[in-house]
């Protein structure tokens, strides 16, 4: 299990803790810290006595895919199962896990649907997958599997690991997930898996839309000029295109850049019309007529 971290000495407890109650001796923990400047490091070696564990700190701060492939890299299960520090396990989430592995010994990519939380515990967000449309579908709308709670064989994925390219940061996952899935398809493993807990000090909820929008030209970039995942991609690169550009608009609207917000709605839909009848349209309706009322509320106070 790779366990990356930074400065998170208020969450890498709760997360160690949430591996130790799944109660299995089978399972090797690497945490590699990121160069943290609190305590997160000493606090991740008091679990040496509970967990098999091995703790390894970065020289300096290179972001969670250096450390995702480190631990990966010096690993030696049959598979990598990979957990953010801030986020936490479900009980007997690892006992799905192996029975799913005994039960289709030909899956070597799979997940678990992740719950959003909030620091309570409260859920905030399920997500709901709709398996029928089919993974590759899934995968060009989004990242379903999110990091947490995946689980690839070592060898499987030491072929293709996380590209530590600085500007994918927030994406990074997604985009190792789409080239794994052009050589072998993940598929979705019952039973809750991970819990990620919706805190303000998470990359995604600190990104601003302009640096989002970048990242995700460099995503498409990238895949679609390697010939196996542009084959992957291409029966929805529409969607692909397009769910890239609906998110940042949302993102955009939510930081105030209303003009921008409705140019970037604009090209999701060129890019894949049916994006306009979405939960998340609605969500962006909602956020233009707030902005609409703030407008008008400020015009009167004057």
């Not at 909030?118 to 060009?140: F, H, I």
Request: charged share 25%.
């Amino acid at each position: 299990m790779i366990v990356p971290t930074f400065n998170r000495e208020q969450h890498i407890g709760r997360c160690l803790d949430s591996i130790v109650q799944q109660e299995r001796a089978d399972i090797e923990v690497v945490v590699v810290d990121n160069a943290s400047a609190d305590r997160t490091v000493e606090i991740a070696r008091g679990y040496f006595d509970k967990l098999t564990l091995r703790v390894f700190a970065n020289d300096s701060n290179r972001e969670r895919s250096y450390s995702r492939n480190r631990g990966a890299q010096v690993a030696s299960g049959r598979f990598l199962v990979f957990l953010d520090s801030d986020d936490r396990f479900t009980p007997g989430a690892l006992d799905r896990a192996a029975q799913f592995t005994a039960a289709n010994p030909d899956r070597h990519f799979f997940f678990q649907l992740l719950r959003i939380v909030d620091e309570s515990g409260s859920t905030v967000y399920k997500p709901v997958l709709r398996e029928r449309r089919g993974m590759r579908r899934a995968l060009a709308e989004g990242n379903p599997l999110s990091c947490s709670g995946v689980y690839v064989e070592r060898p499987l994925f030491l072929r293709h690991q996380f590209d530590e390219h600085p500007d994918l940061v927030g994406s990074e996952d997604w985009h190792c997930w789409i080239r794994i899935a052009a050589e072998h398809e993940p598929v979705l493993c019952p039973g809750d898996g991970a819990l990620l807990v919706d805190h303000g000090s998470r990359t995604m909820a600190t990104d601003p839309w302009r640096k989002a929008e970048h990242r995700f030209s460099l995503l498409t970039t990238d895949l679609v000029q390697v010939p196996a995942t542009a084959d992957y991609l291409a029966p929805f690169l529409g969607l692909f295109r397009g769910s890239q550009a609906h998110y940042v608009a949302v993102k955009a609207a939510g930081q105030s850049s209303i003009r921008s917000s409705m140019k970037l709605f604009a090209r999701a839909l060129r890019h894949h019309p049916r994006l306009l009848a979405s939960r998340r349209t609605l969500h962006l309706f909602r956020l233009w007529l707030r902005a609409v009322r703030r407008t008008l509320s400020s015009l009167n106070d004057r």
